[in-house]
């Protein structure tokens, strides 16, 4: 045999000593099949966590601030939030601030809700008539909280539809009441379906007019007033955000008096999507990288078992090389069988991954978000595991010396 080994012969010799062994092929590609399914799941769910993170806080508008209590640090230690903002910082913002469209405080508990013998825990919120245009909400059935309802401080409820069905099933509810710290509310209306938000049901919540929730609720701090849980702010446009977000601010240091730190923070939706952007990116990555560790113990594994088919296929490459095979032929052919391993099984890896994010997406709210180029990527990422880690056992094969592999025949 001289020159070159033809490169489809040595494919063919490759294939042929992987079909020969099939447990042992089989056995060393699950650790690559299990290291792709695994990035391609997590990379996956992470992905899916973010872009449904994203699209709930797009449903809120580009144009929507929210200023909530308490400074940064104070919410990084989890430390309890002062009751910094008050009803009159909400007035005070709608009447001074010119590049705002609309305000809506909002004082927000954690109560039991209850009709007849059945019972509920939900949010409860005070909110204003503005709430409605200003988070985006719908009405689908009966009517929303007017002003004659905040300015008469009546008793009556807005439910979601969430709570809606769980307390009053069967029927319309509108006419019919709640309790609520056994306080009566006359269901007036019911929302139409807006779904999760930052991992909390919006559609299991009950909204009630802020001063009655002020008046028989919440009650009345004696040394703060009316402290409100956040206030949504509404810029006239989204142009006139960072405008407002700089006169909301001054305004509030101002009122509160304030000579060094912010007891309160001004948020944007763009402000939003970049932590949310930043942790589950951050988490995407954490989970991509466990599944690389997840490859790269596969690729030992093609190392290793390679090696001891190395030490058992003496015989066969001492032949190959007394008839003429040259070094680099062993070489290749032993690096075309890594090759195969490894690829194969990241095809199989990356099905076994795609299935898993669908079935995810089809079972949990989380959005489907796997990428052609992301399992591309995988695929070539693994294909370069099984060469790196093929390397080894390859030039050992190649280096064998034909004469003392014949003597083992």
């Known amino acids: 045999m001289n020159g070159r080994l033809p490169l489809g012969e040595t494919v063919a010799m490759a294939l042929g000593a992987l079909s020969s062994n099939r447990l042992r092929s089989a056995l060393t590609m699950l650790g690559i099949v299990i290291g792709n399914a695994s990035v391609i799941t997590l990379v996956g769910v992470g992905k899916g966590a973010q872009n449904l993170a994203e699209g709930q806080l797009s449903t809120l508008g580009a144009n929507v601030l929210f200023v909530v209590p308490g400074n940064n640090d104070t919410r990084r230690r989890g430390i309890d939030t002062p009751k910094t903002l008050v009803l009159e910082d909400a007035q005070a913002i709608a009447e001074q601030v010119p590049s705002v ?21 939900a949010t409860v919120s005070g909110i204003t008539p503005s709430f409605l245009t200003v988070r985006r909400f719908e009405m689908a059935q009966g009517r929303f909280i007017s002003e004659q309802d905040l300015d008469g401080a009546r008793s009556v409820a807005v439910l979601g539809p969430d709570i809606a069905q769980r307390l009053l099933p069967g029927g319309s509810p509108l ?38 929730m ?67 990116g951050g988490l995407t990555l954490m989970l991509g990288a466990i599944g690389a560790i997840s490859l790269l113990v596969g690729g030992i594994g093609i190392m290793n078992i390679m090696l001891v088919s190395v030490s058992e296929r003496t015989q066969e490459i001492g032949l190959r090389k007394a008839v003429g095979a040259r070094s680099n032929d062993v070489l290749l052919q032993f690096l075309v069988e890594a090759l195969v391993v490894s690829s194969l099984g990241g095809l199989i890896g990356s099905g076994l991954g795609v299935g898993a994010v669908m079935a995810v997406a089809a079972f949990t709210p989380l959005p489907a978000a796997i990428g052609l180029g992301s399992v591309l990527s995988t695929v070539l990422f693994s294909g370069s595991i099984g060469l790196f880690f093929g390397v080894v056992p390859a030039r050992r094969a190649s280096q064998l010396d034909p004469i003392v592999a014949l003597r083992r025949l």
């Open 101 to 121: 469209q609309r305000v809506a405080p909002q004082i927000t508990l954690s109560e039991t809700v209850r009709a007849r013998d059945l019972s509920a825990n």
């Open 175 to 212: 006419g019919k009441e709640v309790r609520i710290r056994d306080q009566s509310f006359q269901v007036i209306g019911i929302m139409a379906a807006k779904g999760a938000f930052l991992g909390q049901n919006q559609d299991d919540a009950v909204y009630v007019p802020l001063s009655t």
């Open 214 to 280: 002020v008046s028989r609720l919440s009650g009345r701090d004696p040394t703060y007033g009316t402290s409100l849980s956040f206030i949504s702010v509404e810029a006239k446009d989204e142009a006139s955000i960072s405008a407002a977000k700089f006169q909301m601010s001054n305004l509030l240091r101002l009122r509160h008096k304030i000579l060094r730190e912010d007891d309160f923070a001004v948020r944007s939706q763009k402000d939003a999507l970049s932590i949310v952007g930043s942790i589950t």
